[in-house]
C-alpha cells in the first residue's frame, strides 16, 4: 500500500517537473524578449509577435494539460451513437486545410452502414492530433490519409502518411507524456510531447487502445481500435 502511494507520489512529482520545465523555457524566451525591447516599431512588432507566440503556446499546453488530468473523470467522455463514415469523410473535411498535402480517404463504410458508441468531440480530437503529427513529419506532395472500417467486432480508425516512419525502437514509449522521440526535433517550437498521449487517453476512454505500426510504403500508420458493440445503431428501435 505504502509502496504504491510512495509510487503514485514520485509519479506526480516527476509531472510537475516536467511541467515546470515546459513552462519554464517560454517564459524564460518571453522575458528575454521583453527585457530587451527597444524603441524601433519594427523591432517592437517581432517582439510583439514572438511574445504572442510562446503566449499562445502556453496556452495550448495548459489545455493539453487539463484534457490529461480530466480523463479520470467519469462524466468526462460523452458516448452517442457516432456514424462510422460520417466521422472519418467530415474529419478530412476538415483537416485538408492545414497542409499542402495529398489528401485521401483509404477507405470508409457508407453513411449510416456502421455506428459506435462514442465521443464524437474527443474522436475527432485523437484524430485531429494524429493528422498533426502526419503534416509535421510529411511535406508537400506526401500522402496523409484517414480510413475507418469494422473488422472482427473492433473500430478501425487510422491516420497514415507518407513521411518517414516511426523507428521500432521507440514506438513503445512515443505514447508516454513528453516523449518526443526525433532528437532533431527537439528544438521545434509548438511541440510539448503530450498529443499521443491524448490519443492514448481518448483511446482507453473509450475502452480502446492505440496502435502504431508501419503504412505500406514506409510512413507511419496509427490506429485507434474501439470496441462495437452491435446495439449502436440508433436507426433501429429500442423498445
Ligand atoms: N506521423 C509520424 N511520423 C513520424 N514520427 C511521428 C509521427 N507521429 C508522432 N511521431 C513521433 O512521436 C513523437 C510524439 O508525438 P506527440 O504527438 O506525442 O508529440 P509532438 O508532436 O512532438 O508534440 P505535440 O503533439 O505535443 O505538439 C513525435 O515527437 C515524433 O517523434
Ligand atoms: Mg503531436
Do not use: C
Amino acid at each position: 500500500m505504502l509502496d504504491r502511494l510512495q509510487a503514485a507520489f514520485a509519479g506526480q512529482r516527476e509531472f510537475l517537473d516536467d511541467v515546470a520545465h515546459e513552462l519554464r523555457t517560454p517564459i524564460t524566451i518571453a522575458r528575454g524578449h521583453l527585457e530587451l525591447l527597444g524603441d524601433d516599431p519594427e523591432e517592437r512588432a517581432e517582439t510583439v509577435a514572438l511574445v504572442t507566440d510562446e503566449l499562445d503556446r502556453m496556452g495550448r499546453y495548459v489545455a493539453d494539460l487539463l484534457v490529461l488530468a480530466k480523463q479520470e473523470a467519469p462524466d468526462f467522455f460523452r458516448l452517442e451513437p457516432v456514424d462510422l463514415g460520417d466521422l472519418v469523410t467530415d474529419a478530412l473535411a476538415k483537416v485538408r486545410t492545414l497542409a499542402d498535402r495529398r489528401w485521401s480517404v483509404d477507405e470508409a463504410p457508407a453513411s449510416g452502414a456502421v455506428w459506435l458508441l462514442a465521443d464524437r468531440e474527443r474522436l475527432n480530437q485523437a484524430l485531429v492530433n494524429l493528422v498533426a503529427n502526419a503534416v509535421e513529419h510529411t511535406g508537400a506532395g506526401d500522402v496523409v490519409a484517414l480510413g475507418g472500417r469494422l473488422v472482427d467486432g473492433e473500430v478501425r480508425l487510422w491516420v497514415r502518411d507518407s513521411g518517414p516512419g516511426v523507428d521500432p525502437a521507440v514506438r513503445e514509449r512515443i505514447f508516454d507524456r513528453f516523449v518526443r522521440a526525433d532528437a532533431s526535433q527537439a528544438a521545434r517550437p509548438g511541440g510539448s510531447g503530450l498529443g499521443l498521449a491524448i490519443v492514448a487517453a481518448i483511446a482507453r476512454g473509450h475502452r480502446g487502445r492505440v496502435e502504431v505500426g508501419e503504412a505500406p510504403g514506409g510512413g507511419a500508420l496509427f490506429t485507434l481500435v474501439l470496441p462495437h458493440t452491435d446495439d449502436d445503431d440508433p436507426t433501429e428501435e429500442v423498445a
